[in-house]
């Protein structure tokens, strides 16, 4: 699987934006050019010399041309090969079109399932982006049952990596809640990192019945516990089952709030 870091795809929509307001395209051009060929009567001559003269010096100077503005639209045809690490998709675009992008949805998840939507399954690219879009923006389990729904009615019976992505959206969006930078796979270990763990929680949950012997934890620069899994574990059922009785395990007794979070999943 080919990994794409997010910053990248955030440089290339700054390069593509500064393109579009710098360099019109050709075929434009050339409507413009015949135009003015064309044009009999002088004032318009003049005024289309003007526009020509305006997006040459643009174009030599990288400048941006003299013209109407508009909203910028850019379309993305990901591969199910591929893999956006750093950040998600839509905040890398979005960061570079000057949206603000809260910090909740930093949460990297790098665990070993399949999650992707097949061509096969959505043979449109821009149907594809569109529900990518929607699965990212996933908060409770309405909405998810809602999508699936949808693409069940629309595009026929979900396939197990469509399924996989959509609760790995909402996986990624209560560990956020609950202060994990990523969640990870490594092996049979599955790693939870935090810029500012609550050991006291780690190590309540450590002791519990079902999870004794397999929880560990470690300090240093990225600090992190682990899960260790049994064999044939689902490490995304896994997962969520960990966040579950983290968010249940506090000194303080049960915060209301965190508990709707994870109960969103």
């Known amino acids: 699987m080919r990994e794409i870091n997010a910053q990248l795809i955030t440089d290339k929509v700054a390069e593509l934006c500064i393109d579009a ?33 305006n997006y040459n010096i643009a174009d030599e100077n990288r400048a941006p041309i003299c013209q109407d503005t508009g909203m910028c639209v850019i379309f993305l045809d990901i591969g199910q090969d591929a893999h956006i690490c750093g950040g998600l998709l839509e905040d890398a675009v979005n960061a570079e079109k000057g949206i603000y992008v809260p910090s909740v949805r930093d949460c990297l998840i790098d665990i070993n399932v399949n999650a992707y939507i097949a061509d096969a399954y959505i043979p449109s690219s821009q149907q594809r982006i569109d529900v990518y879009r929607k699965i990212a923006h996933l908060e409770s389990a309405d909405e998810r049952d809602d ?14 990596p469509v399924s996989n992505l959509v609760d790995i959206s909402l996986l990624r969006n209560a560990a956020s ?3 994990f930078a990523s969640v990870e796979q490594k092996g ?12 006291e929680r780690i190590a309540a949950l450590a002791m519990l019945p079902e999870l004794r012997g397999r929880i560990t934890a470690s300090g240093g620069k990225r ?9 044939g ?11 579950e009785l983290y968010t249940k395990l506090s000194q303080k007794g049960i915060d209301k709030s965190e508990e709707l979070r994870y109960n969103n999943l």
């Not at 999508?147 to 197990?160: F, I, K, M, T, V």
């Not at 574990?233 to 966040?243: D, G, H, I, K, Q």
């Open 177 to 179: 809640l609950l202060g």
């Open 147 to 160: 999508l699936l729904d949808e693409l069940s009615d629309r595009y026929g019976e979900l396939p197990a």
């Open 223 to 231: 600090s992190h516990f682990s899960y260790r899994l049994e064999k």
């Open 21 to 53: 307001n710098c360099s019109l395209p050709c075929d434009i051009r050339k409507r413009i050019e015949d135009a003015r060929a064309n044009e009999p009567w002088a004032t318009a001559q003049g005024i289309l010399d003007k526009i020509i003269e």
């Open 233 to 243: 574990e689902n490490s995304l059922t896994a997962a969520r089952r960990v966040l």
């Open 188 to 199: 049979a270990l599955l790693s939870f990192f935090s810029d500012a763990p609550d050991m």
